[in-house]
Nanobody, 121 residues
Framework: QVQLVESGGGLVQPGGSLRLSCAASGSIFRVYAMAWYRQAPGEQRELVAA???????NYADSVKGRFTISRDTAKNTVYLQMNSLKPEDTAVYLC???????????????WGQGTQVTVSS
């Protein structure tokens, strides 16, 4: 059974920084793409940042230049460094990892439980 556990959320003032982590555990053969999404109350879930197994990245326009996604493949962990945070960044942040449990099995998407990020003075 695969579990994704996020950490690093919290309350921060505008202009502050947070670093989110998401580690996958369990029987894992290989992890492919990793990503962070966020969902604010009453809003649709949106992609914040993604990173491929080849470490190519892409970002939502709203976070370009402020957020950085990175990964440690050996630890099945993805990170999101968030700088210059704004009140509009307030949301539940969820990580997603596309992975295989066995070498011949399908690639499936797994989700973490989410971590709250609140940007407020």
């Amino acid at each position: 059974q695969v579990q994704l556990v996020e950490s690093g959320g919290g309350l921060v003032q505008p202009g502050g920084s947070l670093r989110l982590s998401c580690a996958a555990s369990g029987s894992i053969f290989r992890v492919y793409a990793m990503a962070w999404y966020r969902q604010a109350p009453g809003e649709q879930r949106e992609l914040v940042a993604a990173i491929t197994s080849g470490t190519r990245t892409n970002y939502a326009d709203s976070v370009k230049g402020r957020f950085t996604i990175s990964r440690d493949t050996a630890k099945n962990t993805v990170y999101l460094q968030m700088n210059s945070l704004k009140p509009e960044d307030t949301a539940v942040y969820l990580c997603n990892q596309a992975l295989q449990i066995t070498g011949t099995g399908p690639v499936k998407n797994y989700w973490g439980q989410g971590t709250q990020v609140t940007v407020s003075s």
